[in-house]
């Protein structure tokens, strides 16, 4: 499986998104949240982490030891960056997808 979460459409700080992320990972099929894209099925037996945020893509096969520090500390302890520590500019991105005709493509890599 292949989980896609997009940073830029949560303005939460750092410390929130590590623990939403966190929860995540512990339980991928019983939460939905907004900044996640798209959830693939890749046909891999490990969960693959496609994290958009602060211009970059961080893209991570996750091993069972790697999913068992993201599911108690969060995506960002896999990051070979320091990601913002605060975001903002969810609102203007939603306003715009909400302009965005209903059969419009998003662009997600693996699909």
């Not at 499986?1 to 830029?8: A, F």
């Not at 939460?12 to 949240?33: H, V």
């Not at 945020?53 to 960002?76: F, H, K, N, P």
Request: aromatic share 8%.
């Amino acid at each position: 499986m292949k989980v896609i979460i997009d940073r830029d459409l949560c303005n939460t700080s750092l410390p929130f998104c590590q623990r939403c992320s966190a929860a995540f990972f512990r339980y991928p099929e019983g939460s939905d949240r907004l900044c996640i894209l798209g959830i693939i099925d890749d046909d891999k037996e490990t969960l693959t982490l496609e994290m958009r945020t602060d211009g970059r893509i961080l893209e991570i096969e996750l091993t069972d030891e790697d999913l068992d520090v993201a599911s108690v500390e969060g995506w960002e302890a896999l990051a070979d960056f320091d990601p913002a520590l605060f975001r903002s500019g969810a609102n203007q991105r939603w306003a715009a997808i909400r302009q965005l005709p209903a059969n419009h493509k998003i662009e997600l890599s693996g699909m």
